[in-house]
C-alpha cells in the first residue's frame, strides 16, 4: 500500500507562481506513473499531468504550456511547478499513482492523495 501526501497549495494572484510536492510512502511498483489531477467545484475531476518511472510525461494539453511535472527519485517526491496562474486554476488538486506506464494516460490511476487547495484571485 502506498500513501500520497500532497503539500504546497495555497493562495496566490493572478499570475503568479506555486510548486506542488507529492511524497510517496510505502510501495511503489517499479512500473509506476505519477500523476496530478484538480477538481474544481462544481466540475468533474480533470488529469493535469503525469510521470513515470523512466520519465516518459503526460500533460492536459490545455496545462502544458504553464505547468510542469518533474520527480526526484532518490526521494519519492513528485514535483507539479504551476506559472502564470489564472482564476479558472483554482482548484483541489490531487497526487494519484498506477502501476503502470504513463502511456496509458490519465486513466486507471487507484492510489490518490488527499488533496492540496489552489486558490488564485485576480
Known amino acids: 500500500q502506498v500513501q500520497l501526501v500532497e503539500s504546497g497549495g495555497g493562495s496566490v494572484q493572478a499570475g503568479g507562481s506555486l510548486k506542488l510536492s507529492c511524497a510517496a510512502y510505502g510501495y511503489i511498483s517499479s512500473s509506476y506513473c505519477m500523476g496530478w489531477f484538480r477538481q474544481a467545484p462544481g466540475k468533474e475531476r480533470e488529469g493535469v499531468a503525469g510521470?513515470?518511472?523512466?520519465?516518459?510525461?503526460i500533460y492536459n494539453t490545455s496545462l502544458k504550456d504553464r505547468f510542469t511535472i518533474s520527480q526526484d527519485n532518490a526521494k519519492a517526491i513528485v514535483y507539479l511547478q504551476m506559472n502564470n496562474l489564472k482564476p479558472e486554476d483554482t482548484a483541489m488538486y490531487y497526487c494519484a499513482a498506477k502501476w503502470s506506464s504513463c502511456r496509458s494516460g490519465f486513466g486507471g490511476f487507484g492510489y490518490w492523495g488527499q488533496g492540496s487547495q489552489v486558490t488564485v484571485s485576480s
Open positions: 510521470i513515470d518511472g523512466v520519465g516518459t510525461t
